[in-house]
């Protein structure tokens, strides 16, 4: 009778290291955003159909405002809550803007147009930038600027003239030699 050729059982150490690790909770990145907002429940509303984003938590507070909410928009996280009685924190479309959110996405003529047909107003149209940017800034419904771009297939030539008619538009025409600090 042929005898069948043993092979070693494993030890539970060789099974545990094929074990798949178990993942941390996810944690914020080192610096994230936290919007003070005037009417942070249509906020919420209004950056899920016009960014995407996911409401991770939201905390209730007193009079139905939100205490403290957690939004993810892509690979980031935005915190935000309600302006309450007592902060020093302004609404921004009464003070205007302090800060422009930069959204960088592959399909940003796509989340453009989104924001855009939710509200968004334009203060720089999107076009291709002569850094090498499809490039335009927005002001949502909330005070909040959102700059949005990704890079743009270019030639070096498209950006020469892309550049000299931006520097033309930001001194008068007389080129950046003419720029001052004082007015």
């Known amino acids: 009778m042929a005898q069948r050729k043993r092979t070693p059982a494993r ?4 099974r545990k290291s094929k074990a798949q690790p178990r993942e941390a909770p996810p944690r914020p990145r080192t610096v994230t955003p936290y919007l003070a907002v005037g009417e942070a429940s249509r906020a919420i509303d209004w950056y899920e159909r ?9 905390t209730p507070g007193p009079g139905g405002k939100v205490m403290h909410a957690e939004l993810k928009i892509g690979d ?3 915190f935000l809550s309600d302006i309450f009685p007592g902060s ?3 609404d921004p479309r009464e003070s205007g803007p302090s800060v422009n959110m930069h959204f960088y996405s592959k399909q940003i003529d796509r989340v453009w147009k989104r924001a855009v047909e939710a509200g968004a107003k334009v203060t720089m149209p999107i076009d291709n930038q002569f850094w090498g940017e499809r490039y335009g800034r927005v002001l949502d419904p909330f005070g909040h600027s959102w700059a949005m ?6 030639s070096a030539a498209e950006k020469k003239q892309k550049e000299q008619d ?3 538009s930001m001194s008068g025409g007389d080129g950046p030699e003419s720029w001052s600090s004082n007015p």
């Open 11 to 14: 030890s539970t150490k060789a």
């Open 88 to 90: 020093d924190l302004k």
């Open 166 to 168: 931006a520097m033309a």
């Open 76 to 78: 980031s996280s935005v």
């Open 149 to 154: 771009s990704y890079p743009a297939k270019m």
């Open 50 to 58: 016009a960014f995407g984003a996911k409401v991770v938590t939201s």
